[in-house]
């Protein structure tokens, strides 16, 4: 059993199927919830979420962060939503806690722990496809890109390099081809 390329996974499209993700993990664990809720709605890298501490998210409005990926060092503007589910999931932490910590000592949970927990969540609500960490960004990406219809201000977000490569990575290119497959007829 592997971690997925990140080309390969999907996001999750379905608005229920996300729901139905959120009441699982929440029921399993509320850090295994807090960690899909903000993937899902800050569009980082899993990577980039995982070692960030209560002190690096607590009553800010943006994160800074240095991207593990590119090393480029990053603003990001929190959402309003976002900034809520911090506030509730910090409680009663310490500045220095992790946001996502391990049981077995004093580090963050691992990319492969992630990925469990990202995976078997989606078993057990029945979603299909390849599933893993990179879901969490690619899913904020399709429903940003379904709301605003905004790609340039997406790959500003993603830090991409052309608009056809947010739409490709966000599988939206394949849901158009789909569509107009669906419509065609000689």
Do not use: C
Not at 26 to 40: E, M, N, Q, T, W
């Amino acid at each position: 059993m592997g971690i997925k390329g990140a080309n390969t996974v999907e996001p999750i499209r379905d608005p229920d199927q996300i729901r139905e993700m959120k009441e699982h993990l929440l029921h399993k664990s509320y850090r295994d919830y807090f960690l899909f809720a903000f993937g899902i709605n800050s569009g980082l890298r899993i990577g980039d979420i995982l070692p960030l501490r209560v002190m690096d998210v607590a009553s800010a409005t943006h994160l800074r962060i240095k991207e593990q990926k590119t090393g480029k060092i990053r603003k990001v503007r929190m959402t309003v939503a976002l900034q809520q589910e911090i506030a509730k999931y910090t409680k009663g932490l310490a500045a220095s806690d992790y946001l996502f910590p391990s049981r077995q000592g004093n580090k963050p949970i691992s990319r492969v722990m992630a990925w469990k927990i990202i995976n078997e969540a989606a078993r057990v609500v029945g979603i299909e496809g390849a599933i893993g960490t990179h879901t969490l960004r690619k899913t904020f990406g399709y429903h940003f890109y379904q709301r605003t219809k905004d790609v340039a201000m997406l790959q500003e977000i993603f830090g991409h390099s052309s608009p056809s490569i947010t739409l490709r990575y966000i599988g939206i290119n394949d849901d158009m081809i789909n569509s107009v497959m669906d419509e065609f007829s000689l």
